[in-house]
């Protein structure tokens, strides 16, 4: 009866028959006659794979499906959590928000893809979108993610502002420029003169000739704002023969402004007049530094003097956890004084970042990476081309330069106002070149248009121009939000969409209100007005038990405008 059973079994597994053995029938029984042996069947051997034993009786393991995996802290997850589906979400970077249809948590930010993830090969965002739909402020929770992890974010200009407020809470430091408020020296070496000193040897020198090459070009900056046109090649020889005299004659800690710069043309140094050719001759020397000198005399005595005339009133700290330029008292119509103080600020800015990895190879310093951020990038682009230059540099360069950067606009037609074919030529390439390209809602006409350069498929262009919808007419007279606040579709490359719906927190809303001026008293008033009425239920209900007088007290009032003193 043994040899049936075990015939069955793969090879090795003949014991199996020995186990059964004396199972069926008592020994002390009658035993039958045995019949007549069946000849054996041929034994065979079956393959072992990695799911165990082939063949019948095996025991092959058959294929399960990988369990879902979840992420979360174990203050969101301490028991189950509630989906039931997964997605491909990924999950590097700062916490976004949720996928607008799986739930599921969606993290990411420039920087983090590009170093870590590896989902892109150039550290930058652009962001298009209507405008109040939420775009500074998915931008602004980039940026204090970002902070938290130790990148620097770099607002070089504030227009509005909509990240001072931000940049104070994280403990950086808010420079504010403007006619009254501060100004910026433009022939200040600032950190990069301070960390050429510091470093020294050929590491400093070259450090230094670096920034004598970024005070001349932010003076010839200056000046072709002024002018309305380029400065001659000569002219800027002539620049930059000044600006090595006065750097050779200036004692160290203090740096020179640009009235010294005009006595040193009026002086006339040899190494200047070599420089213009004047054989000896003054009246050759005026001739050819005159144009120069007028131009000079028109920003101390003009729109621009008050804001780069005169010492720095603020240098950018290298230790800062962030950095915000504020330029936001700047009029709308003063077109030159907003693009010489962005020239200005980015200057400045990227000379900082210039320095901090100066000082990171020297060995002298931690290796620090920084995000930069341009909102609003249609006014500035308009303001000056030098902008646009300087801008498409940084869309090619920013690997190199340890910085990612996104830059936040309304649409894709804002380039087209930009007065030359070559400037609108470079600014339509600041979306081709873009790593991350983030759509809020816009018109299905202008997907259509971004369709063509960064590939959408139909569905993706009809769910983002669902958001750039109207809100609903409120019949009860509240506050009814667009459809499309807060939900935005991340593209990267060839990929599909990601849409996301942001949802932001409570500091979040206080700290980045674009609406500031149109809601800041009345929301006082209403929060003043809650404090009191909570504080008079209190004293009722401690009257009641006999426990106070009959009369509140009172109590001073310093938030916002209703300062002075209330019940």
Known sequence: MSTPLGAGWPAGHAGASTALTGLVGDPDDEAPK???????????????SARGWDGPGGGKVGYLDAPTMWRATTVQACGLWPFSAGSGAPMSGVPLGQHLFTGATVCGDPISWFTRAKYISNPSLFMLGMPGLGKSTLINRMAVGLAATGVVPLVLGDLKPDYADTVRALGGQVISIGRGVGGINVLDPGAMGLAAERIGGKAGQALAAETHGRVLNMVAALLTIVRGRALDDHEQAVLSACLRHLRERTPNGRAPILP???????????????????????????????????????????????TFGSSTSTRINLDAPAVCIDISRIGESDTQLTA??????????????????????????????????????????????????????????????????????????????????????????????????ACAGLPAA???????????????????????????????????????RGRFLIKVGGRPGIPIRVSITDTERRLHDTNLRWVQNGFAEQQAAERAAARQAAFEAEAELGNLSTQPEYAQVTEGPSRGWEA
């Open 34 to 48: 045995p019949a007549k042996a069946a000849p054996p069947k041929p034994r065979r051997d079956f393959p072992v």
């Open 260 to 306: 010294d710069l005009l006595r040193v043309l009026e002086e006339g140094p040899d190494r200047v007049r070599a420089v213009t050719l004047d054989r000896g001759q003054e009246t050759r020397y005026r001739d050819a530094v005159d144009p120069l000198h007028r131009s000079l005399l028109g920003i101390l005595d003009g729109a621009l003097g008050d």
């Open 340 to 437: 010489a103080a962005m020239l200005a600020a980015w200057s400045d800015g990227l000379g900082t970042v210039a320095a901090a990895h100066a000082m990171a190879d020297a060995g002298m310093a931690p290796r620090r990476w920084f995000f930069t951020i341009l909102d609003e990038l249609w006014r500035p682009l308009r303001a000056a081309s030098g902008i646009v230059d300087r801008i498409d540099a940084l869309t090619r360069l920013n690997r190199s330069l340890g910085l990612g950067d996104a830059k936040i606009t309304h649409t894709l037609k804002d380039a087209e106002a930009l007065g030359t074919d070559a400037d609108r030529a470079k600014a339509r390439g600041f979306v081709e070149r873009a790593g991350i390209v």
């Open 446 to 484: 202008e997907m259509t248009d971004l369709g063509r350069v960064i590939g959408l498929s139909r569905r993706e262009i009809e769910l983002v121009s669902s958001w750039s919808s109207p809100p609903g007419w409120a019949s009860s007279g509240s506050n009814e939000e667009p459809p499309g």
